[in-house]
């Protein structure tokens, strides 16, 4: 009885999960040593992203549980899964370049905002830029126009100064 409870328990910390993150991507992660596997761990955990590994047939019952169809393809063999609360791109993006220098890493899937989603979808994300990036090329875009008018004010003031001399 205590370890259906146990079950029980870990699904539901599973869908709090689901529910709670911003994105979740799932890895098969064979083929890794301990000390890759706690770099990779090193990596996520800096990026405020919970990396773990649950029994399939567990989160298939909380992936039921919270209605995200088609993630039973995705959650066979080995599988390790990435949480992310805060950012969208972060989890995406660690374990990409992580896999591109590990081989033996493979990306499976993973859940985008509540929708699940495929590898390349995954692989897409991870070449967005992250949230700073984000932040930094609005505010690129926003002073544009304020540098052009400075930039303008600046040479009729310079060509009013011809004129005058």
Same mark, same amino acid.
């Given at each position: 009885? %205590?370890?259906?409870? $146990? #079950? #029980?328990?870990?699904?539901?910390?599973?869908?709090?999960?689901?529910?709670? &993150?911003?994105?979740?991507?799932?890895?098969? *992660?064979? @083929?890794?040593? !301990? /000390?890759?596997?706690?770099?990779?761990?090193?990596?996520?955990?800096?990026?405020?992203?919970? *990396? #773990?590994? *649950?029994?399939?047939?567990?989160?298939?019952?909380? /992936? %039921?549980?919270?209605?995200?169809?088609?993630?039973?393809?995705?959650? !066979? @063999? =080995?599988?390790?899964?990435?949480? &992310?609360?805060?950012?969208?791109?972060? =989890?995406? +993006?660690?374990?990409? +370049?992580?896999? +591109?220098?590990?081989? %033996?890493?493979?990306?499976?899937? @993973?859940?985008?905002?509540?929708?699940?989603?495929?590898?390349?979808?995954?692989?897409?994300?991870? #070449?967005? =830029?992250?949230?700073?990036?984000?932040? &930094?090329?609005?505010?690129?875009?926003?002073?544009? =126009?304020?540098?052009?008018? /400075? *930039?303008?004010? +600046? /040479?009729?003031?310079? $060509?009013?100064?011809? $004129?005058? %001399?």
């Amino acid at each position: 009885m %205590a370890n259906v409870d $146990q #079950k #029980k328990q870990v699904v539901e910390e599973i869908s709090t999960h689901f529910r709670e &993150s911003q994105s979740t991507v799932f890895v098969d *992660y064979r @083929g890794l040593n !301990v /000390a890759e596997i706690t770099q990779l761990r090193k990596e996520l955990r800096e990026a405020n992203i919970e *990396y #773990k590994v *649950y029994k399939n047939t567990l989160a298939r019952r909380a /992936a %039921a549980e919270v209605e995200l169809e088609g993630l039973q393809d995705t959650l !066979v @063999g =080995p599988t390790a899964v990435a949480f &992310s609360k805060e950012d969208v791109v972060a =989890p995406a +993006k660690i374990i990409d +370049k992580f896999a +591109k220098e590990h081989e %033996a890493l493979e990306i499976k899937g @993973g859940v985008i905002e509540g929708k699940v989603a495929t590898v390349d979808q995954i692989q897409e994300l991870a #070449k967005l =830029p992250d949230y700073n990036g984000l932040v &930094s090329m609005l505010l690129s875009v926003l002073q544009a =126009p304020v540098r052009n008018l /400075a *930039y303008a004010t +600046k /040479a009729i003031a310079e $060509q009013k100064e011809e $004129q005058e %001399a």
